[in-house]
């Protein structure tokens, strides 16, 4: 009975997740789905650049796009990547050659899906020692655990990886891509940010590159009416 018991579990636990899985090829490969993507793209693209926390909008696009029953992000650790400060990096955080700065990488995701990949490299000097505890020993976000820094970012560079339409779309027809009949094949990597975040004092702590995975379209595009 106890084995039984444990294959409906297992069973109960894969119909939970099937539906969320099939959204990942639910958009098919037109100009209307095409152009969806690329609005929706836009749009998160220009809420995290006008907010404090990266974090909290992706919390707040997981809860509206119901991506998970529970619209909560966590940050999975990635482990075995080591990734020193570059000359330039220390110069933005304003810290001299021997100052000490740690790296952290994580996935930051919301139920089964991976919303973004991170590397941040923070001053473990500038934070309380309760921060950098839940840094190194929890799955808490960065954004979380020092949001009582009241932190702001600057992001320096947005990289858009992959355009849904090409180059001039509104002004060469020809140029638009024909519908394929199958499901738009959206790539892994999105777009890219990199940011040096702030104390409320003005202090660097930390500077970060996010790379937004295609999963932050892993529902089904809007219908049309």
């Not at 119901?66 to 990734?83: F, S």
């Not at 979380?144 to 600057?154: D, G, T």
């Not at 992959?162 to 790539?187: H, K, M, Q, V």
């Amino acid at each position: 009975m106890k084995t039984a018991g444990r294959y409906l579990v297992v069973a109960a636990a894969l119909i939970a997740l099937a539906p969320l899985q099939a959204q990942e090829s639910a958009w098919p490969d037109t100009f209307t789905a095409r152009l969806e993507a690329l609005a929706l793209m836009q749009t998160l693209n220009a809420e995290i650049l006008g907010s404090r926390s990266a974090t909290q909008i992706l919390e707040n696009w997981c809860r509206d796009h119901r991506l998970a029953r529970e619209p909560k992000i966590l940050a999975h650790m990635v482990t075995g990547v080591a990734k020193i400060p570059t000359a330039e990096q220390r110069q933005r955080l304003e810290v001299s050659a021997t100052d000490e700065v740690k790296y952290r990488r994580v996935q930051l995701r919301c139920g089964a899906h991976v919303l973004s990949e991170a590397d941040n490299w923070y001053v473990p000097g500038r934070l309380t020692p309760e921060m950098n505890r839940l840094l190194e020993t929890t799955d808490t976000p960065f954004g979380k655990a020092i949001e009582s820094l009241e932190p702001y970012r600057r992001t320096f560079a947005v990289t858009l990886l992959w355009a849904p339409l090409p180059a001039g779309w509104e002004r060469e027809p020809a140029a638009l891509p024909a519908s394929s009949g199958r499901a738009l094949a959206i790539p892994a990597a999105l777009f890219e940010h990199r940011a040096v975040l702030y104390t409320r004092s003005g202090k660097p702590f930390s500077e970060v590159t996010e790379v937004y995975q295609r999963q932050i379209l892993a529902f089904p595009p809007p219908l049309p009416r």
